[in-house]
């Protein structure tokens, strides 16, 4: 059973930072991809951030030139650095892995989610 543990939201300032942290644990494999996605309140699940396997990095357009993704996929972690935060990144965070992971004796492919953390950004 693979479990994807997330840390580091909570309430901010505009114009502060946070970190936010992301443990995969389980019977892994190799991962992929790591990343983060969040929803805010009656708005559709959107990228944040991913990382791949090889380091490439993508973001999506609210997180570019604020947020850093970095990722140890020795250790199944990825961290998501974000500066200059604004009331509009107030969202649940979720982290995301595409990895593959053992169900028995096989191994397979396949994409996680954890639980989310709330970030709140005040004016």
């Known amino acids: 059973q693979v479990q994807l543990l997330e840390s580091g939201g909570g309430l901010v300032q505009a114009g502060g930072s946070l970190r936010l942290s992301c443990a995969a644990s389980g019977s892994i494999r190799g991962i992929n991809a790591m990343g983060w996605y969040r929803q805010a309140p009656g708005k559709q699940r959107e990228l944040v951030a991913v990382i791949t396997s090889g380091g490439t990095t993508n973001y999506g357009d609210s997180a570019k030139g604020r947020f850093t993704i970095s990722g140890d996929f020795a250790k199944n972690t990825v961290l998501l650095q974000m500066n200059a935060l604004k009331p509009e990144d107030t969202a649940v965070y979720y982290c995301?892995?595409?990895?593959?992971?053992?169900?028995?004796?096989?191994?397979?492919?396949?994409?996680?989610w954890g639980q989310g953390t709330q970030v709140t950004v005040s004016s």
């Open positions: 995301n892995a595409d990895l593959t992971a053992s169900h028995g004796t096989l191994w397979y492919r396949n994409d996680y």
